[in-house]
């Protein structure tokens, strides 16, 4: 079984997947992993993307019970506040890989969520839905309302601690409309019990034929990202496999590692000097106290979710054994193989 860490992340245990005892989500890793080597993005029509910033300083993993959040990766920093709430979790996280995925296929800066919920959460988030309190639709509901009314800056300073320095700030999404008639769709589906079995309501209304999903209408909620997100998106998008990233997404720590990974091998051409232990709990471990137990407990947490990493991409050469005081990045094969006309990511840090 895997373990639940302080950060709220899933960590898997020590699983020897040789073995027949394997958790079914890991399962499922090791399964789309050998689906990649079979078949790449492109061709599986799986290729996603999310952005240099977002990959560099995430989202918190477990609810921080705060308006307020900040991360920190150097000399960027991430900052989010927003009245709901801060998001929190694999669903805000792959909101944003299909926010950002549609802004880049229709090189439009408005996005209009799908036809239906149900479409949405099966075709684009690739979860399967359930209703009640606590279900998929009403968790996957919470988080896109406190993701999209969200302000989330990106602080990028060329020199953090000098009198004199240079900065960018990057906001997400300039407003939206989430209508009426969508809410009361979404609001219905809290009656339905979330431990329903196959042949009732729940199960039906999410395996309803395409003549009801017609007869329900179209969904009008949009977002509209700034001008300035929406350049990041479409200008130097991070490509990565959704197929991978969906499969990681009981542990959003093991997310994070995955595109960040699939970022740095985007550009780097040498092996990286060790990247302190300490410095990488800043970006990565939310949850566990900057203390030498908390640096610990950090580092056995991010092994063990980059092993479950190296199920999905395994071409990433990582050395996180080294007794150097750090990970060391090693030039890799691209998960996503590049454009023909890609000169590759420029160096965001």
Same mark, same amino acid.
Request: proline residues 6%; contains cysteine; charged residues 25%.
């Given at each position: 079984?895997?373990?639940?860490?302080?950060?709220?992340?899933?960590?898997?245990?020590?699983?020897?997947?040789?073995?027949?005892?394997?958790?079914?989500?890991?399962?499922?890793?090791?399964?789309?992993?050998?689906?990649?080597?079979?078949?790449?993005?492109?061709?599986?029509?799986?290729?996603?993307?999310?952005?240099?910033?977002?990959?560099?300083?995430?989202?918190?993993?477990? !609810?921080?019970?705060?308006?307020?959040?900040?991360?920190?990766?150097?000399?960027?920093?991430?900052?989010?506040?927003?009245?709901?709430?801060?998001? $929190?979790?694999?669903?805000?996280?792959?909101?944003?890989?299909?926010?950002?995925?549609?802004?880049?296929?229709?090189?439009?800066?408005?996005?209009?969520?799908?036809?239906?919920?149900? +479409?949405?959460?099966?075709?684009?988030?690739?979860?399967?839905?359930?209703?009640? +309190?606590?279900?998929?639709?009403?968790?996957?509901?919470?988080?896109?309302?406190?993701?999209? +009314?969200?302000? /989330?800056?990106?602080?990028?300073?060329?020199?953090?601690?000098?009198?004199?320095?240079?900065?960018?700030?990057?906001?997400?999404?300039?407003?939206?409309? /989430?209508?009426?008639?969508?809410?009361?769709?979404?609001?219905?589906? !809290?009656?339905?019990?979330?431990?329903?079995?196959?042949?009732?309501?729940?199960?039906?209304?999410?395996?309803?034929?395409?003549?009801?999903?017609?007869?329900?209408?179209?969904?009008?909620?949009?977002?509209?990202?700034?001008?300035?997100?929406?350049?990041?998106?479409?200008?130097?998008?991070?490509?990565?496999?959704?197929?991978? $990233?969906?499969?990681?997404?009981?542990?959003?720590?093991?997310?994070?590692? $995955?595109?960040?990974?699939?970022?740095?091998?985007?550009?780097?051409?040498?092996?990286?000097?060790? /990247?302190?232990?300490?410095?990488?709990?800043?970006?990565?471990?939310?949850?566990?106290?900057?203390?030498?137990?908390?640096?610990?407990?950090?580092?056995?947490?991010?092994?063990?979710?980059?092993?479950?990493?190296?199920?999905? $991409?395994?071409?990433?050469?990582? !050395?996180?054994?080294?007794?150097?005081?750090?990970? /060391?990045?090693?030039?890799?094969?691209?998960?996503?193989?590049?454009?023909?006309?890609?000169?590759?990511?420029?160096?965001?840090?």
């Amino acid at each position: 079984m895997a373990e639940s860490s302080r950060s709220g992340a899933m960590t898997p245990a020590k699983v020897d997947y040789g073995r027949d005892q394997v958790p079914d989500w890991i399962r499922e890793v090791i399964e789309t992993g050998l689906a990649i080597e079979r078949e790449d993005a492109r061709s599986a029509g799986s290729l996603g993307f999310m952005t240099r910033a977002l990959v560099s300083a995430s989202m918190p993993y477990k !609810d921080p019970k705060t308006k307020f959040f900040e991360r920190k990766n150097g000399d960027l920093t991430l900052t989010m506040l927003s009245p709901k709430g801060v998001p $929190y979790g694999r669903y805000p996280r792959l909101l944003l890989s299909w926010l950002i995925t549609e802004a880049v296929t229709t090189r439009s800066p408005v996005v209009t969520l799908g036809d239906t919920l149900a +479409k949405f959460l099966r075709t684009t988030i690739g979860v399967e839905a359930t209703g009640g +309190k606590r279900g998929t639709a009403t968790r996957v509901s919470e988080q896109m309302e406190r993701l999209f +009314k969200s302000l /989330i800056s990106v602080d990028h300073r060329d020199q953090p601690g000098a009198r004199s320095f240079s900065f960018e700030n990057i906001t997400l999404v300039r407003g939206g409309t /989430i209508d009426q008639e969508d809410m009361r769709r979404l609001d219905a589906l !809290d009656a339905i019990d979330a431990n329903a079995g196959e042949g009732d309501a729940s199960s039906q209304f999410w395996r309803t034929d395409a003549r009801r999903l017609e007869e329900q209408g179209q969904w009008n909620s949009q977002v509209e990202l700034t001008p300035q997100f929406f350049r990041e998106c479409i200008e130097t998008p991070v490509p990565l496999d959704l197929r991978a $990233y969906r499969a990681l997404s009981p542990s959003p720590m093991a997310m994070d590692i $995955y595109s960040w990974c699939s970022y740095r091998m985007s550009y780097i051409k040498r092996q990286t000097r060790p /990247i302190p232990w300490p410095i990488l709990q800043a970006q990565f471990g939310s949850g566990f106290p900057f203390t030498e137990q908390g640096v610990r407990d950090f580092k056995k947490a991010f092994k063990r979710n980059l092993n479950i990493v190296r199920l999905a $991409y395994p071409d990433l050469r990582v !050395d996180e054994t080294s007794d150097r005081g750090g990970l /060391i990045l090693m030039p890799s094969r691209p998960h996503v193989a590049k454009l023909s006309n890609s000169g590759g990511q420029r160096r965001l840090f």
